[in-house]
């Protein structure tokens, strides 16, 4: 069974930073890309991140609006995935899952997410 289960989000204050972690189990992990995604209340679901996950690829792929504060990265040793959040903005609060994802373009508009994790809450204050 395909499993994604995120952890590490929580309340942090503007300017903060966390550590999310998207642990994979049930497949082979280089085979796929994982992607991470936010919803916040009233907004459409917007894709944050990927990489793929591949040891021989290691490509990652970002939206504009967290170039140089997010990082994603992948530990295949564990079938991790993580998103680090750095200088992080009231409006960076949402629910963030992670996901597998097929990718057509590098922008966010053109990842397919086909299997979610459950999410995990982050909420940056002001």
């Known amino acids: 069974e395909v499993q994604l289960v995120e952890s590490g989000g929580g309340l942090v204050q503007a300017g903060g930073s966390l550590r999310l972690s998207c642990a994979a189990s049930?497949?082979?992990?280089?085979?796929?890309?994982i992607g991470w995604f936010r919803q916040a209340p009233g907004k459409e679901r917007e894709g944050v991140s990927c990489?793929?996950?591949?040891?021989?690829?290691?490509?990652?792929y970002y939206a504009d609006s967290v170039k140089g504060r997010f990082t994603v990265s992948s530990d295949n040793a564990k079938n991790t995935v993580y998103l680090e959040m750095n200088m992080l903005k009231p409006e960076d609060t949402a629910a963030y899952y992670c996901?597998?994802?097929?990718?057509?373009?590098?922008?966010?508009?053109?990842?397919?997410?086909?299997?979610w994790g459950q999410g995990t809450q982050v909420t940056v204050s002001s």
């Open positions: 049930g497949f082979t992990f280089d085979d796929y890309t």
């Open positions: 996901a597998l994802v097929l990718v057509f373009d590098p922008i966010p508009r053109g990842w397919s997410p086909f299997y």
């Open positions: 990489i793929i996950s591949s040891s021989s690829d290691g490509r990652t």
